[in-house]
């Protein structure tokens, strides 16, 4: 996956955190990428990808999953139910670091500031996209936050 433009949200009007919004040449197929279990959360798989971050819960049932999710290990399990958490949760857990952005393949998306897909990326990826915005992430516990970087 490589980065080809990034831009903030800053969520102006909203209560919410804002969030990197990037174009990229691909998407990485979550179904291809190959999951860590969480030893302490059974039910939190993980897999990263050139800075591309995929992570789920499990749920017993429900709409969302892919068959023959493979784990690291080799071994193959169905995956159902929620497949969502946080990048907060997911840092706390010990993977990542990691932050939420929404992502984009099509010019005209990134340009209209919706029909995003959700992701996460590495903060090693995403200190490097705060670069492109000239802005910083600031640590708040487990969680990263986008700021302004500091008038002179």
């Known amino acids: 996956m490589k980065i080809i433009k990034a831009k903030v949200n ?14 990229v040449d691909n998407i990485p197929d979550v179904r291809k990428m190959v999951y860590k279990r969480n ?5 939190l798989l993980y897999s990263e990808s050139n800075g591309y971050v995929s992570f789920m819960l499990l749920g017993k049932d429900g709409a969302l999953g892919f068959p023959d999710t493979l784990l690291e290990n080799g071994k193959k399990i169905n995956t159902y139910g929620a497949w969502s958490s946080s990048s907060e ?14 992502l984009t393949t099509l010019i ?16 090693k990826l995403a ?11 600031s640590k708040n516990g487990d969680k990263y936050i986008i700021k302004r970087k500091a008038r002179k």
Do not use: Q
């Open 10 to 23: 800053w969520m102006r009007g909203f209560s919410s955190d804002p969030y990197f919004e990037l174009l």
């Open 39 to 43: 030893p302490n959360d059974c039910n």
């Open 108 to 123: 005209s998306s990134y340009v209209k500031g919706y029909t995003f897909h959700a992701g996460a990326i590495t903060i």
């Open 127 to 137: 200190r490097k996209v705060a670069k492109m915005c000239n802005v910083r992430l």
């Open 89 to 102: 949760y997911v840092n706390r857990m010990g993977f990542g670091p990691c932050i939420e952005v929404a």
